[in-house]
């Protein structure tokens, strides 16, 4: 990967983006790499060499690994840090070797992944990709001798504001850092998990992202009043839109909106490379 800096940013601030030092080790692929898009990791190995990206897209990846570095410093006795485990498995008479960085174990079993995030993205929860990320790093664990007990994200919300605290009021976190726990599957459902993505990555052939993959959002059709910016109710379904209309009379409208990929159009550094990405 090219990393340009068309913002003229401070030449160590960029070296730091380009310096990146994550390595999955001697493993086929890593706990991250296995829960993603199979067609996403298959286009980075084939055209990772001719991605352009400008380090001003590559900041809050860089804030995300500096929580690592305090981490390090934290040095609390019984508290594990940072560690790499590996485990090789056989699916369909095929070996593979599975890689997985924890953040932290804390002397009572917790295992805590850190997420550097917004409050948009753990309002309803832990996301169901953290969710499989740390029950992959679970089962890495216990085939390491490593026993869990709970699973958390430590999330810590580059987009808290206290003015935005006094305008919502209980329907917005308190301090900029959250504890979410996140539900731990049993280890037979992991197995099963881990033999499918693996399959998906190496065994079948390959097929382009799904819509989740590509955080598709629909079409939807806004009633709006006529001089108003605001829509009075939006709809997923035209007919449904149309019969609200036709209920409020001729002072309303209906503005299309057309849905996106919303990982093609701004979060994906191989979207360039991808001929199935308006699929």
Known sequence: MEITNKLNLPEPLVNAVRNDPYN??????????????????????????????DASQRIYAL?????????????????????????????????FTISGQFDLITPQGTLQDYKVTSWFACKDGPKIEWESQLNVLRFLCWKNQIVIGDLQIVAILRDWSRAK??????DYPDFPVLVLDVPMWDLTDTWEFIQDRLRSHFIYEVEPCSADERWRKLDQYAVKKKGNK????????????????????????????????????????????????NV
Request: with cysteine.
């Open 24 to 53: 999955s080790g001697d493993s086929d692929i890593s706990c991250t790499g296995l829960i993603g898009s199979a067609w996403q990791r298959q286009l980075s190995l084939k055209h990772g060499s001719k991605v352009v990206e």
């Open 63 to 95: 804030l995300g690994q500096s929580v690592h570095s305090i981490l390090e410093r934290a040095k609390a006795p019984y508290y594990r840090v940072e560690e790499r485990l590996f485990y090789t498995v056989e699916v369909d008479d095929k070996k």
């Open 165 to 170: 605290k006094l305008q919502q009021g209980k």
């Open 230 to 277: 605001r829509a009075t109710k939006v709809f997923f379904d035209k007919d449904d839109a149309e019969d609200f209309k036709q209920d409020k009379g001729e002072d309303f409208t209906i503005e299309f909106r057309p849905g996106e990929d919303t990982r093609c159009l701004h979060y994906c550094s191989v979207a360039p490379f991808c001929e199935a990405k």
